[in-house]
């Protein structure tokens, strides 16, 4: 025990006494509720918060739930750009593709007596003559003729004989568009006669007058329609020549 002793008083001498801590724990008096124990927390009073470093409560949310206010407006450029898209053309109009020409158009070939209207003739249409060249070869295939190849060969080689040939004849001049549009409409009676070597031959008289009939058709509203559009007032026989050679093979193709 003095070894104890003796050790006690090297450490630091503080006037610090165990019987002070029944006094008051750590500096804290309980005046209030000298019964309440020390350590225990009082759920009784309200919670605060006076740290600055803690949250505060949040306000109740007064406004309307799932109904947000547009806070967007379109800009002027938006607006124009939205406009704009109102006064644009359909579809079908900017592809070229009129329905009220195409029937216009195949009347006038239907109609070889009919005047032409140069405006429409000279527009690159490209749809009706795409269709009668498919019921063209079609006919053809009815009566066991697969001639596809050929008539688009002969149409291709046609159009550009044409097209120089008017390009020449011609001072205003003619493009490769309108040339294909013209001969490929004219190509509708030509249907009528591989309709009719589905049904009948046309390897007797009848079917070279038949043939010769449809042959002077077609030339003949070529040539009008031509002559209308290129404003070449007496030569339509001149036009009216090649063309007759062009639908003439294809009349071969029907009959043979």
Known sequence: MSGFDNLNTDFYQSSYSVDDQSQGGYGYTNTENPYKPYGQYDYSQPMGYSS???MQPQQAYTGQIFQPTQTYTPSASQSMYSNSFDDEPPLLEELGINFDHIWQKTLTVLHPMKAADGSIMNETDLAGPMVFCLAFGATLLLSGKIQFGYVY????IGCLGVYCLLNLMSM???SFGCVASVLGYCLLPMILLSSFG???SLQGMM????????????????SKI???ALAMDGQQLLVAYPCALLYG???LISVF
């Open 52 to 54: 600055p470093g803690m």
């Open 198 to 200: 589905v049904l009948f």
């Open 226 to 228: 031509f002559i209308s």
């Open 153 to 156: 060969g002969i149409s291709a």
């Open 172 to 174: 205003t001049g003619v």
């Open 249 to 251: 093979v294809f009349a």
């Open 207 to 222: 079917g070279i007058i038949l043939t010769a009939t449809i042959i002077g058709w077609c030339s003949f509203s070529a």
